[in-house]
């Protein structure tokens, strides 16, 4: 689906583009949601990198301490259609949520919770997400009898961005959103 060519970095000018004032701390977490729903959707990863468990949550480790040099950074690859789908679904999705937000809610998630266990147990600042568990993860939160070609579901969503900018449709509700959150917190 996605050119093996579009690194985290591109995602994350396509990001930073639909939401030009997005803080670090926003948008690794909306890395992680474009690349688990991503791997959901197509059965491949949007971008090569690996995210990790951080004790503020996913981040992609390799982006993060890129943008702490001053080297030059290239001009961003183009996304394919279906990497702008999922980034332009991840933003309706999450992007009115705040950092904060974002990161309660992915310590809530097997994903982050598997590595975290991992993470502790091995007594380690840091370690990988499977990919698989995202995969798995993602997944379940889709309509199990729904069997969709990945290239018919390409073809089906090319130009969903003009169609929704056309309409006019409305990002999930926030409120919404927010009690989910509340509902995934540990209790003491």
């Not at 990863?45 to 080297?71: R, Y």
């Not at 309660?104 to 568990?133: C, F, M, N, Y």
């Not at 939160?141 to 130009?159: F, H, K, Q, R, Y």
Request: hydrophobic share 35%.
């Amino acid at each position: 689906m996605t050119s093996a060519r579009v690194s985290a970095r591109d995602v994350a000018a396509e990001i930073r583009r639909r939401l030009p004032e997005v803080g670090v701390k926003k948008l690794h977490k909306l890395l992680y949601y474009c690349q688990g729903h991503h791997l959901a959707a197509f059965g491949t990863p949007l971008f090569p990198q690996s995210i990790a468990a951080w004790d503020m949550g996913p981040v992609v480790g390799e982006l993060w301490h890129e943008e702490k040099t001053s080297a030059p950074v290239p001009d961003p690859a183009a996304l394919d259609q279906a990497g702008l789908n999922t980034v332009g679904y991840v933003v309706s999705r999450y992007g009115r949520l705040t950092g904060r937000d974002l990161e309660v809610l992915s310590h809530g998630e097997p994903p982050w919770q598997e590595a975290e266990r991992r993470r502790s147990a091995a007594r380690k600042d840091t370690v990988r997400i499977s990919a698989e568990v995202m995969a798995q993860y993602f997944a379940s939160d889709t309509d199990d009898d729904l069997d969709v070609d990945p290239a018919e579901l390409e073809s089906l969503l090319a130009g969903s961005d003009e169609r929704r900018r056309a309409a006019s449709s409305t990002p999930d509700d926030l409120e919404r959103l927010r009690r989910r959150l509340l509902e995934w917190q540990p209790t003491g």
